[in-house]
């Protein structure tokens, strides 16, 4: 059967009316912010987390970052050899690992860029600060957001690409 | 009313007149803002509105008003200061002089004059003069275009609206509101008297053009070009604030309480509702509510068309007054009273 075409300005109205009485009737998109909280998607980009264990200040992220907001500062330490009679072995040691998210455009660029699995994406949002330079994130308190993580989902039915895992 | 003054002195009437006259304005200009500025247009958007201040948010007018007086007023250098200053006041005079003819009862009236429904139309038309004032003495471009658009719309409105009020007077064969409301509460259509004769039915084509020529005289959307936002800031209210603002905001709303109350009483029955005798002295004192009530059920359709419609261009609002609706209400006009002469 063919369906009944209604006038634009008709139809317009009953979009609005439908709209309201679905609202009366099982409330709003919106939610009252403070007293209930939106529960945001699991890989919404709230917050940049950082496992320290797995950085070894190579600097990318700092420098593919757009806004130039990541800050690093790393020494180079002799780690006893392996073998006994070895040499010893150069590791990178972090000193400094700061995120200004006053500046941070949430592009996740660091995030994709990071070769070691150091930084992740975590959907808190929940962070902001009366002052600005409180919104500078160091180390400690990145990584603190790491308990926030939520696992990777699944990828889609016949893709053969390895499950990412989220260091604990 | 006038039976309960009957024996006041004339500055206790007056003063019970006055007091009376600012609840019939205010009251269901505020029950509109919440109820369907705040709450009906949320609800179409999918959204809860005000929720914060009272049960349901229902004293967030209170709080807006609150702010509104704590502004500063701020008057533009070049202004012309009188006129800047008496402006609202214009526009609220004919919001409170419109209020006078509409009758809440059989003996709830302000005044009760033959040419009732003429002097309504007449006074509803100086909130012309207060627009324009307001728009040529802020001295701001976007506030004199908002006015001048303003004035040739409301100019171009008027005409229908009073066009369409017409049918209704032909058909009710008097000027006075009371008797207007009267003749539709003891009229038949084709023998059946059970509900009496609201001229909703009879002059529905009238009902439809009154409905959109009022949206055009509240210069509210789809007729919003003299406070179109996106090109006028917000036309002819550009330079006002605090106070001055708050005078013209409780004016449009009250003019669109006042409209849909008129338009209550002349198509819908008024106070009247089917079923009891209309000299009932019940009326006077259920007269008011039914009147509310059926101000809101025509308030709702006037709103939920100002949420749904976008705006019109110009040119087009001027066509659809003058192409569309004067030539259909004179037509209206015709054959009411052709009808009229026949039955």
């Avoid at chain 1, 990584?143 to 993580?149: D, G, K, L, P, Y």
């Avoid at chain 2, 024996?7 to 009376?20: C, G, H, M, P, S």
């Avoid at chain 2, 269901?28 to 500025?37: E, I, Q, R, S």
Wanted: charged share 15%.
């Amino acid at each position: 059967m063919r369906k009944i075409k209604l006038p634009g300005l008709i139809k317009g109205l009953g979009v609005t009316f439908k709209t309201l009485v679905r609202t009366l009737t099982k409330g709003s998109h919106t939610v009252q912010y403070p007293r209930v909280k939106e529960s945001p998607p699991p890989r919404a980009r709230g917050v940049i987390a950082l496992h320290e264990e797995n950085c070894t200040a190579c600097m990318l992220c700092a420098r593919e970052c757009p806004d130039w907001c990541i800050y690093i500062e790393g020494h180079k330490y002799k780690a006893p050899p392996r073998r006994p009679g070895g040499k010893p072995r150069k590791k990178n040691a972090l000193d400094r690992f700061d995120i200004d998210f006053s500046l941070c455009m949430f592009c996740g660029i660091c995030v994709d860029v990071c070769p070691f699995e150091a930084l992740f994406w975590t959907p808190e949002y929940e962070y902001s600060e009366l002052k600005i330079a409180d919104l500078l994130h160091d180390k400690t308190l990145l990584s603190q957001w790491m308990e926030t993580v939520p696992d990777f989902e699944d990828y889609e039915a016949g893709s053969e690409a390895k499950k990412l895992t989220v260091p604990r | 009313m006038s039976v309960v003054l009957a024996d006041l002195a004339y500055w206790q009437e007056t003063t019970i007149r006055l007091l009376v006259g600012l609840i019939a304005v205010l009251l269901p200009a505020g029950t509109l803002v919440y109820l369907f500025l705040f709450k009906m247009m949320s609800f179409m958007q999918s959204r809860l509105g005000p929720m914060e201040a009272g049960p349901y948010g229902s004293l967030q007018l209170l709080a807006e008003v609150g702010k509104f007086l704590q502004k500063e007023d701020i008057l533009p250098k070049a202004a012309d200061r009188l006129i800047f200053k008496l402006a609202p006041f214009v526009v609220l005079i004919s919001t409170f002089l419109l209020i006078l003819v509409i009758p809440a009862g059989p003996d709830l009236w302000f005044i009760d004059v033959d040419t009732g429904i003429f002097l309504g139309l007449a006074v509803s038309s100086i909130s012309v003069i207060g627009i324009l004032m307001a728009g040529w003495a802020s001295s701001s471009k976007y506030s004199l275009l908002g006015a001048l658009r303003a004035t040739g719309q409301l100019i171009a409105y008027e005409l229908p609206m009073v066009l369409a009020v017409v049918g209704v007077i032909i058909q009710a064969g008097t000027l006075n509101v009371q008797e207007i409301v009267m003749a539709q509460a003891t009229g038949e259509i084709f023998g059946f008297g059970g509900i009496g004769n609201p001229y909703v039915i009879t002059q529905f084509v009238g009902f439809l053009i009154f409905l959109i020529a009022v949206q055009a005289e509240l210069t509210q959307p789809p007729f919003d070009m003299p406070v179109a936002e996106s090109e006028l800031v917000t036309g002819y209210l550009t330079e006002y604030s605090g106070l001055r603002f708050l005078m013209f905001f409780i004016g449009e709303f009250a003019t669109a309480a006042i409209f849909s109350a008129l338009a209550a009483t002349l198509f819908l029955g008024g106070w009247y509702v089917p079923g009891l005798e209309p000299t009932d002295n019940l009326f006077n004192v259920i007269g008011p509510i039914v009147l509310l009530g059926k101000m809101l059920l025509v308030a709702f359709f006037i709103f939920w068309f100002r949420f749904t419609y976008p705006r019109f261009r110009e040119d087009q609002l001027q066509q659809l007054a003058w192409k569309v609706l004067i030539p259909l209400s004179l037509v209206n006009i015709v054959i009411t009273g052709v009808l009229k002469v026949v039955f």
